[in-house]
């Protein structure tokens, strides 16, 4: 049986075009009809899994994947990542000198290098990561494996794709990069941006809710739990009124620092190395090393700027 429903797509889809050119026009875009004019989610999506099965192969790579193929499988993989990584770089590097377009020759060869930095990379991310997965294994008591940790953790997860978020950040691909935090955020509810800078063996236990900011610094050996906000205290702006952007606005964690679940910690502030930060506490002024921190010590305690 079939029906006549009457949706009136002509009128819609007319519609939609005229919204679509309002909104263009009103935004100085030019783009010729028919080119794709920003990156592609699904694509950036497609390169990430690729990236992390070429650096975990036997255990992020294909189920049928055996060992005397490892190599073949690495190089085979990376080579085709990298390609579409060159294709959406050079979409941001356009959209970026859209207003004073690069030679088509100089976009593509700034594009490439940007791409073969960030492949020279790949071997030292591994190991850092191999440090992040270490971390996890023996941060919680209910892990089984590193294996376990790597194919199942919501926090190594996050971490694969900050690792390689931030990689594309320093290069100025802050567009990739984004999308690539958001890909993570939204699969596991954790929200690093890809500017903040992470040191080794770093571990997001359980890891829902955690929010970590642009310019966050945060040390080696760090464990942080769910819950957990390195956020801004306050966002300062010009005479006009706008907000600035790329203010140092977040807080420093040194090395050895522990965060418990539901913590918030705002501001440029530094949170001494080795201290223990208690669950749900709120804390806007720097700590020395060693600091010991819980709702309890906070009690009779008065606010401080």
């Known amino acids: 049986m079939t ?18 050119s309002e909104w263009r026009s009103a935004q100085g875009r030019t783009h010729e009809p028919g080119d794709r004019e920003l990156p592609s989610r699904t694509a950036m999506k497609s390169i990430v899994e690729s990236l992390a099965g070429a650096l975990f192969p036997m ?3 294909p189920a049928d994947l055996r060992k005397a193929n490892e190599d073949f499988y690495v190089g085979h993989t990376l080579d085709q990542a990298l390609n579409l990584l060159l294709q959406q770089a050079m979409l941001e590097l356009r ?58 953790y919501p926090g190594v997860l996050a971490v694969i794709h900050h690792r390689f978020a931030h990689l ?21 509810g954790i929200d690093i941006h890809p500017g903040a800078r992470i040191g080794s ?28 906000t390195l956020g ?51 804390v806007t002024r720097s700590l020395p090393p060693g600091s010991n921190v819980s709702q309890a010590s906070l009690k009779n305690r008065p606010c401080t700027d």
């Open 168 to 188: 594309l950040y320093r290069e100025g691909l802050t567009l990739l990069a984004r999308i690539i935090s958001e890909l993570a955020h939204s699969e596991t």
């Open 232 to 282: 801004a205290k306050r966002f300062e702006s010009d005479d006009e009124g706008k907000l600035l952007k790329g203010q140092p606005r977040h807080p420093i964690v040194e090395d050895d620092v522990v965060i418990y679940a539901g913590a918030t910690i705002l501001g440029r502030i530094t949170i001494g190395a080795g201290s223990i930060i208690g669950g749900n506490v709120w």
């Open 3 to 20: 029906y006549d429903h009457n949706w009136q797509l002509d009128t819609i889809v007319e519609q939609l075009r005229e919204a679509r």
């Open 59 to 61: 255990r992020l790579g």
């Open 95 to 152: 959209h970026t000198h859209r207003k004073n377009p690069l030679d088509p020759d100089d976009l593509l060869q700034q594009a490439r290098d940007i791409v073969r930095r960030f492949a020279a990379e790949l071997p030292h991310l591994r190991r850092i990561l191999d440090t992040d997965v270490m971390a996890a294994y023996r941060g919680d008591p209910a892990a089984q494996s590193v294996d376990e940790v790597l194919l199942c």
């Open 201 to 228: 063996s770093f571990f997001i236990d359980h890891g829902t809710g955690v929010v970590i900011g642009e310019t966050a610094i945060i040390g080696e050996r760090v464990r942080i739990y769910q819950a957990v």
